[in-house]
């Protein structure tokens, strides 16, 4: 009973743009500066934990055999102790992006959650890029 209350205060919200941003940050090819990597892979790890109670409390971890492997390497990356040195690091920041990006598409497709809202947004005309002489 104690831990609850300190759990409900440390809950987020879903949000598919923040996702999507870190994500893109831990699989952009420059990686993030050194002093970003822990923050990032600790979202990331937030955001794991969110996909994978999303996965177990839909059922869809039970009824789809495509959700059980990236469910479990989730759950593996999430319990491993992150490496001290910047290299590794950046190497398990890739990982935890990669499963991120992995599960979260899996859950959309099955309609567990939707996805980011700027997806769904129409393209911006090329003539709005183009800078005028």
Known sequence: MKAAPAAIRAWQPYDGNA???DVGDALDSVPPAEDRVDELAQRLRGY???LVNYAVNSG???QDSRTMDPVARARALRAEKPPGDYH???VH???LGRAVNELH???VEQHVIKGPDSLNE???PASLFQSTP
């Open 19 to 21: 996702w999507l941003d």
């Open 48 to 50: 794991l934990t969110q």
């Open 60 to 62: 869809t971890e039970a």
């Open 88 to 90: 590794q690091g950046v």
């Open 93 to 95: 920041l890739r990982r």
């Open 105 to 107: 598409d899996l859950l």
């Open 122 to 124: 129409p393209p911006q």
